[in-house]
Each structure stands twice: as C-alpha cells, then as structure tokens.
C-alpha cells in the first residue's frame, strides 16, 4: 500500500509554509487590495456648499428690493427670468432648493391665472408651507412663463442643459445674486442666496413685532430657530425679567 507523499517539512515534523487554505486567504488579500485600490480611485463625494458663501448675511432693504427690481425690468425681454426669480425668491422666503423645485403648475392654475398663494412640499420630508405672491411677483412670473413658452410640469427655473430638463442650481442662482447686486451697487460679499430668503422675514418682523408669525412664513417648527435664523439677541436674563414682573 502506498502512502501520500508529503511535503518535505510535513515529513520531518514541522508545519508546512504551504496549507490548502492558503489560495482562500490570497483570494481574500486580493480582494481586500483590489477595494482600496478602487477607494482610492472613487471620486470624493462633493460638498454641496463648496466655492459658496455660508453664514448669516445681510437681507435687503425696501429701497434695495426696489432697485434691484427696476434694474431687472430696465433689461425688458431678457430681463424677464431675473425678474421673476428674483421676486419669487423674495415674496416666498424658501429655502434656494425649495425655489428652485417650482414648476409652472405650483404658481398658475389651468386657466393661466396666476395663484394669489401657492402651497410648496418642501425637500428633507418637512411639511409643505403655504407663500403670497404679490402683484409684483404674479405679473413678473406670468410675463416669464409667457415669454419662455414653459408648459405646466416645467421647472419656472431651469438650469443648462437639454431643454431645460433640470431646475437651476443654487450656484447659479448664487452668482446670478451677486452680479444682481454688483449693478445695484451693493458690496457682494454683504448678500448671499439666504439674503433672498430672510429680506421679507426681517421687513415683516420689524413692521409688526410677530415673530410668530415670521416663523410661520418661514416655515420653522420651533420659535427658537426663528430667532437665531433671523440673528435676533437678547441681554436680558429670562429668569430676571420674570422676577421683574412678579404678580
């Protein structure tokens, strides 16, 4: 009967350096090496405010939106998005993504009038908010979709590309303010997209004294994050001011 033949170092009563296992583990080395290897090559993920500006800014004033109004309707035809973007970004107060995602449908009915309100479903699952348009912002959007020859589904802002399939991004919509503010003879680096977003918050808050209602319109759950959003401070000690007024 003939035994297997062994390697050398099996037969002389040391582990041999080659098992079966090993092709498995080789197997598994190459494969951990070949998913580094693709880590390193994968393209990072990009952040989505890179190059932009990030942090509280300046809204503008009533004289400010006017002027900057006038500039955009001094430009006629060509003007005639600017206008509307502009308007809308002011009278809504969304967030730029929010804005952006509008289609024709969400601000004229059937008919081709145009909605005194219009209610928004807004990004990250939160609920919708309801936002007036003024006659300012009605007329300009109606001239726009006019002019554009947008159809109900498409975007009342798209971006570049093959017919306008993408709504505008918020870098755009960030460089469009700035040249905005550039022609009003503004300082740039004062206004940002959230400009946009807090002007009609500040003006209503500063002409009623109701940030409950600011944070309504603004689309906040809690009064708090209307507060800070806004840069609202107070010294007072809350604890102080309730001695103060003790019944």
Known sequence: ?????????????????????????????????????AK????????????????????????????IRSLLADRGVPGLRDLALFST?????????????????DVQRRNGSM???????????????????????????????TASGKKRTDYLFSGRGVEGRHPMGQRQLNRLLKLWVVEAGLDPSDYSVESLRRTKALHILKGTGDLQTVRALLGHARIESTARYLGLKTKADPIEVCRAFDI
């Open 115 to 145: 909605r005194p309100v219009i209610e928004v479903a807004r990004a990250r699952g939160m609920p919708p908010v309801r936002c007036a348009l003024s006659n300012a912002s009605a007329k300009a959007l109606e001239k726009w979709i």
């Open 89 to 105: 970004a002011i009278d809504t107060m969304l967030h730029g993504q929010d804005l952006l995602a509008l289609v024709v449908g």
């Open 40 to 67: 390193k090559r994968a393209p990072k993920p990009r952040v989505w405010n890179k190059g932009l500006e990030v942090g509280k800014r300046d809204g503008f004033t009533p004289d400010q939106v006017k002027r």
């Open 1 to 37: 009967m003939m035994l297997p033949t062994l390697p050398n170092d099996a037969r002389d009563g040391e582990s041999p350096h080659w098992t079966a296992s090993m092709p498995r583990a080789m197997g598994r080395n190459q494969t951990s090496e070949r998913k580094a290897m």
